[in-house]
């Protein structure tokens, strides 16, 4: 009987060191890109409160009147400022007080342009990538590697966070009659590792949640998993007009600005063109807008040539999220998807995307990202001064390989299901796992000669 127990306690103990190995070879490799994403995401939740610090100048009108001038006038001034550039599209704002923001291309490079909507003049012009937030938008989505590269280590990184949060759970986990100090309330009082001990895992047990949610949310934008929750997240197209609609093979991302991501996918129709076919105005086109009651800011995208379409669409607003492409000739909405009409799963994923980015209700939103953002940040330092701590002399103070090889392949293979519900994990798990097993495990520098205190209970 008595053999039989310690049996059992050896397999637990053989199945933590496993775990634990995997545990650390993640958090080594990808704790760096994790702080990354934490820090960028935290500057960008606060995205309106700083640009409307920073570019007061620019989206505050300097001079407010009775009567704005039309939009068509504020085009007009646009292009004579800048002939060389084409107007994609501007931004409307029911605030009285806002300028008017016409999104421009100038040999390649997008900017935004600011008009008084009142007199006409243009208060200035932003480029894209000197906004402070586009800088930060790409750090958060590419580590500001351009392409490819940059948004699959941010998904492998953000993918991995979920195998460490799982297997950080485990080894956190009571197996004996733990106190609430260290296991749920950290021991301020101690000192060196198991002070920061502390600091890593109970933080990160109240924050898990939290922060599975934040990376779940953030998901939908990745290059391999993003798609695959689109196809899962598509709605119907709805037709507002009984005539054959003229299709074609854009999509609303490639052909219009400010799609909110449940309608990127949406069909671009086109205009029903003829030589004596007169296009509405832009002013036809805001009132129409207004009837179809789209919220406030929407951004209205111009036809790109004689069969192009208007498109408004608002993104801001969960409940508001709508896109809608105008016949540039008769005013008819040809195709238009709102959140009312998303099914069950694009609504769930527009929550989540809104929850991300701290829009889903409002500053408490903001504030509670924060919070997980810093306290993601601190669980990293924390595993890097406890790796520090913890490891001797000479070697990289890599936890001890399980001698049970029966333990060993289990958790290999409970590893790879990781690596089927997130395929660049899997991917990567062949990769670590290979260089653990044939090269890591040879080198003097990967042995380690400290023993873990084990709570295997």
């Known amino acids: 009987m008595k053999s ?14 496993a775990v634990w190995r995997w545990h ?25 409160q700083i640009e409307a610090f920073l570019y007061q100048d620019y989206f505050v009108a300097d001079q407010v009147a009775e009567n704005r001038i039309s939009y068509s006038a504020q085009r007009d001034q646009v292009k004579e400022a800048y002939p060389d550039a084409s107007i994609s599209s501007f931004v409307l704002q029911e605030d009285a007080e806002a300028t008017t923001e016409f999104l421009i291309s100038e040999n390649g490079q997008a900017a935004s342009v600011f008009v008084n909507p009142y007199t006409g003049d243009l208060q200035g012009k932003l480029d894209d990538d000197q906004r ?34 799982v297997t950080g759970l485990y080894i956190w986990w009571p197996r004996s009659q733990a106190s609430i100090w260290g296991t749920f309330l950290p021991r301020l009082r101690k000192k060196g590792r198991l002070f920061w001990r502390d600091m890593h895992a109970v933080p990160a047990f109240w924050l898990s949640l939290f922060i599975l949610i934040l990376i779940a949310t953030g998901l939908p934008w990745s290059g391999v998993l993003g798609p695959q929750i689109q196809k899962l997240s598509t ?20 052909g219009a600005d400010g799609i909110p991501w449940a309608n990127e996918n949406l069909v671009m129709p086109e205009s029903t063109f003829e030589s004596e076919y007169l296009p509405i105005s832009i002013e036809d086109v805001t009132h129409i807008a207004e009837m179809e009651d789209m919220a406030y800011p929407y951004t209205l995208t111009l036809p790109d040539g004689p069969t192009g379409v208007y498109t408004i669409s608002h993104e801001t607003n969960r409940l508001d999220l709508s896109t809608k492409h105008i016949d540039q000739y008769s005013g ?20 989540g995307i809104a929850l991300h980015e701290g829009r889903l209700f409002g500053w408490p939103n903001q504030l509670l990202g924060l919070i997980t953002c810093l306290g993601l940040m601190g669980i990293v330092v924390s595993s890097l001064v406890m790796w520090k701590k913890r490891r001797s002399s000479g070697t990289f103070g890599a936890p001890p390989r399980s001698k049970d090889k029966k333990v060993t392949r289990v958790v290999f293979f409970i590893m790879l299901g990781f690596g089927i519900l997130l395929p660049l994990v899997g991917i ?30």
Request: aromatic share 14%.
């Open 132 to 165: 402070l937030m586009t800088i930060f938008k790409k750090i958060h989505s590419e580590l500001l590697i351009a392409g490819t590269i940059g948004n699959r280590i941010v998904e492998l990184a953000a993918c991995w966070a979920i195998v460490l949060l």
């Open 235 to 254: 709605a119907p197209d709805y037709t507002y007009t009984w005539q054959e609609r003229p299709e074609s093979v854009t999509l609303s991302k490639d």
């Open 332 to 351: 008819t909405v040809l195709i238009g998807r709102s959140f009312q009409d998303f099914d069950l799963m694009p609504k769930l994923v527009s929550a």
């Open 428 to 457: 990567s798990i062949i990769v670590i796992y290979l260089l653990d097993r044939f090269i890591l495990s040879k080198l003097s520098l990967f042995s380690n000669t400290e023993e873990h205190t084990k709570r295997t209970g």
């Open 4 to 17: 039989t127990t310690n049996n059992k306690k050896q397999t637990r103990a053989s199945f933590y060191q």
């Open 24 to 48: 650390f070879y993640a958090g080594v490799i990808f704790a760096p890109f994790l702080f990354i994403l934490a820090f960028s995401g935290s500057v960008y939740l606060f995205k309106p």
